[in-house]
């Protein structure tokens, strides 16, 4: 008889990761870490992904001791300025105005924190070049999409795809949100098995 694999949990009420982490066909359950996610005053963009995954993960644990915790940030920066997540049009358009014709870097940090008290972790940075957008463009895209829960103001995986000149990364579901090949390697390394 099979052993079952340990419970994985991710810690995000994201339905972008979620949607990611079901790909590689793992049981797992999700549940939102409710943590303050404001950057430290001068704090690097991997620093404050890194620390955010972290803290994710680590909020999990007490109430979720033998579970196999996945905690993952995203950030975007583009001239030394962190794009957050816009919230509604008006910031959605002035984030895809500020892009236009500029490279956008996305460090997304995933941690792997297991019930032994482990940590493992890693950081997939993906350079994103946008081509020059007019203000209609801009607000089409905006309208048609409402990509206000996404950092960048886009989603690569939609309609967002038409905004850009080229996407340089080792992992495509990094931009999504989730590094699925650096989150396996992780969980081969902490022993995890997978196919």
Do not use: N
Not at 8 to 21: C, I, M, P, Q, T
Not at 34 to 43: M, S, V, Y
Not at 175 to 189: H, S
């Amino acid at each position: 008889m099979l052993k079952a694999p340990p419970p994985l949990l991710l810690a995000s009420a994201s339905r972008y990761r979620a949607e990611l982490l079901a790909r590689l066909r793992l049981p797992f359950a999700s549940e939102s870490p409710d943590i303050d996610e404001q950057p430290a005053a001068g704090e690097a963009p991997v620093t404050l992904a890194l620390r955010l995954a972290r803290t994710k993960a680590a909020a999990l644990r007490p109430r979720h001791p033998q579970a196999w915790i996945i905690g993952s940030d995203q950030v975007a920066v583009t001239d030394d300025r962190v794009l957050g997540k816009p919230g509604h049009r008006a910031r959605a358009i002035e984030q895809l105005t500020l892009a236009s014709g500029r490279e956008v870097r996305f460090e997304t940090a995933v941690v792997l924190s297991t019930p032994d008290g482990r940590f493992f972790e890693a950081v997939d940075s993906t350079h994103v070049r946008f081509r020059e957008l007019t203000t209609d463009q801009i607000a089409r895209y905006v309208d048609a999409e409402q990509p206000f829960d996404c950092a960048g103001s886009f989603k690569c995986e939609g309609y967002g795809i038409t905004l850009f000149e080229a996407i340089e990364s080792r992992d495509p579901t990094a931009l999504v949100g989730l590094p699925l090949i650096a989150l396996c390697g992780l969980l081969r390394d902490a022993g995890y098995t997978l196919p």
